[in-house]
């Protein structure tokens, strides 16, 4: 497909996305689609009060209204056998507790799961739901972030464990701060913000046997999810499945196996029948985690010339009162610039709450708006351009490992950006460029993410009419995983890619890490390659054991594939069919199965993805409201395998930075502490009319080091960096620098 904002340097062909036609025509099925007879629904009752207890629930007129199965809570719960039972008179869990559903009479939020209404049909469900009364003891509670922050303290994990990278960091003399010749310091806060994916969470859960469970479930690991669910039900991992073949969208919110899915199961059980649970959107904001609400402070120190000579970061995130979850929030600060005297301290915050989880670019998104925008900071304190400032304070090795990259093309980035962009058409002084009446701003920051790859496995079968199946138990939660999967297994294989079929999202498959971490194409990729690598090898002994095959002697790194065929050497031919090969020794099928992990590399080498992006917006004077007028977003991750798909992950990046800078924030009450935005009317998201032309760029050149595909992560690192861009962007046109997201439109007046 002709697209005229392709990179102009792609130097092969993108593969359409395998599954874009079953997407578009519906015929995908996603988790709440399976048909099953017999199928109960369920509506789960949440609390109305942030802490407390629950005295009673009434359940009588709903148990008897029509079609009603059961009504589940704590009081008649089969319970979760990894839970253990309930000692009386119970104590609220200590920190470091994952929220048990349907356990005792504890609430720990507003939004927690107090009970669960089971029906034959989704209207009845609901409606009996309605006449359910839980009568609550309610304490005061604490849920003002701002109003609690001096509360905030180490966490308690990172106090029990001495290697933590949370652990209080100094490197060189972090008082060196006082004396530098030019300093800015400043605070960065970052509301609460929600995954906001178009499909919300479902599952439907079947109880096949007593002891054999198999759940439908939006998630993003189903080997994690079936490991979770059998440790939480006591299975042998091997009874229970679970199925996850399309997701609808997720940006980390299908991480962990969250207390709806657990509830779902255990109502399955209670009326023997497949439950069906579907969260509404509301839902969405109390039951699968949020990007933590986020407090950072931040002193950069140089000299006149711009020399970085400290940087102080402290970075204070929330959490709930029973689990404590950490990020990076300060981390990438220690790593992105040479800095001989840095400092991070990082501080959680325990709220009545629930806890919050990884959101896409977890920390990093967080982290890198607070430094990229105090680098913007001290550019204009410096009169310096602000490329310019990060170009003189570019590491060429990485300053906290002390070890080198094992590649970084950041540079390269900043000078495609920049020239794709015509950064050089920016005036130094902000509130100068105008266009239409509207102010005109111009704005840039860089993006880093850290290089996850994990143990991965993977199966290839040639079948006898040449077409090939490969399978793993990944994920593809928009990307296109299959696509790029299928694409490598095609040029390994020298196969039309048309005759391969790729299989990930059921945990019967070889074992694969889930979708996190923009792990899946260095670790997932590595596997197929590693499989499709081994076949060759396979089918060369084969082919060696045909008489007159030309195949003797030749060693198995001289061997070429194309159109199917196997040569001997690049410029042999005819070479020998994969078909003709299996028929020659009267085999159905050729079956591997190969391993790829990581090795010592990572002691050797310092691994991140980099990038930038470059944005301009337009101000209004009048009434403040900004738009993003065009962005270019380059990204160093290494050897790209898909463009298009590649291009559409970046876009992505940018669009959910877009809404991080200008409009997300999930509000709460903090009277009753609860989200008063639990809708796309008041949680507001970028729409189609508020995304400008993004033109994508990628430096595309293979690591050496990271794996044998040369690929790094792309899916956090399109996000890292955006919501800074934009602020800048905006302090550029404006003059005002606004430390708070989301910048709207009231803050800029
Ligand atoms: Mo990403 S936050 O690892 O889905």
Partial sequence: MANAHQNPAEPHPSLDRVDGRLKVTGAATYSAEYPFENLAHAVLITSTIAKGRIRTIDAKAAETAPGVLAVLSHMNSPGVPAYGSVKLPAERAPVGTAFRVFYDEFIYFSGQPVAMVVANTPEQARHAASLVHVDYESE????????????????????????????????GNPDAIYTAEVKIEATYTIPTQHHQPLEPHAIIAVWEADDKLTVYDKNQGVKSAQGNLAQAFKLPRENVKVNSKFIGGAFGSGIRVWPHTVAAVLAAQKVNRPVKLVLGRELMFTSVGYRPFTVQKIAIGATKDGQFTAITHEGTGQTSTYEEHLERTILATRAMYVCPNVSTRYRLLNLDV????????????????????????????????????????????????????????????????????????????????????????????????????????????????????????????????????????????????????????????????????????????????????????????????????????????????????????????????????????????????????????????????????????????????????????????????????????????????????????????????????????????????????????????????????????????????????????????????????????????
């Fill in 354 to 749: 629930n806890t919050p989880t990884w959101m896409r670019g977890p920390g990093d998104a967080t982290g890198m708006f607070a430094l990229e925008s105090a680098l913007d900071e001290l550019a204009f304190a410096l009169s310096i351009d602000p490329l310019e400032l990060r170009l003189r304070n570019h590491a060429d090795s990485d300053p906290e490992r002390h070890l080198p990259w094992s590649a970084k093309s950041l540079k390269d980035c900043y000078r495609i950006g920049a020239e794709q962009f015509g950064w050089k058409n920016r005036i130094l002084e902000p509130q100068t460029m105008k266009a239409d009446g509207m102010l005109v701003g111009y704005g840039m920051a860089s993006s880093l993410y850290g290089f996850h790859r994990h143990p991965s496995k993977a199966k290839a079968v040639l079948l006898a009419d040449g077409s090939v199946v490969v399978q793993s138990a990944t994920m593809d939660i928009g990307p296109g995983t299959g696509t790029a999967m299928t694409q490598i297994a095609a040029t390994m294989l020298g196969v039309n890619p048309k005759k391969i079929r790729f299989d990930l999202g059921d945990s019967g498959l070889p074992d694969a890490p889930g979708q996190n971490g923009s792990s899946t194409i260095p670790s997932v990729g590595s596997a197929v390659h590693a499989v499709c690598k081994a076949l060759k090898i396979k089918l060369l002994t084969l082919a060696v054991a045909i008489p007159g095959s030309g195949f003797a002697d030749v060693r198995p790194e001289d061997v070429t594939v194309k159109n199917g065929r196997l040569f001997p050497s690049a410029d042999s031919s005819p070479g020998i069919a994969y078909t003709d090969i299996l028929k020659h020794h009267k085999l159905t099928q050729v079956e591997v199965t190969e391993e790829s992990k990581p090795g010592a590399e990572r002691d050797q080498y310092s691994m991140y993805s980099f990038g930038c992006h470059f944005v301009e917006v337009h101000v209004s004077p009048v009434t403040g409201e900004v738009r993003v007028k065009r962005v270019v977003t380059c990204a160093d991750v290494g050897k790209i395998i898909n463009y298009k798909t590649a291009r559409s992950q970046s876009i992505g990046g940018v669009v959910g930075g877009i809404g991080m800078a200008l409009m997300e924030e999930s509000a709460m009450d903090h009277r009753y502490g609860r989200y008063v935005t639990t809708d796309f009317a008041s949680y507001h998201i970028p729409v189609h009319a508020d995304i400008p032309q993004i033109d994508v760029f990628f430096v595309d050149q293979p690591d050496p080091y990271v794996n044998p595909i040369g690929s790094k992560g792309l899916g956090e690192i399109a996000i890292v960096g955006v919501a800074a861009a934009v602020a800048n962007a905006v302090f550029h046109a404006t003059g005002k620098r606004i430390r708070q997201l989301p910048i709207t439109p009231d803050k800029l007046l």
């Fill in 140 to 171: 005061k509670h604490q849920t003002d972030f701002e109003a609690n922050l001096s509360k905030a303290a180490v966490a308690t994990s990172v106090q029990r464990n001495k290697t933590s990278p949370f652990q209080d960091y100094d490197r």
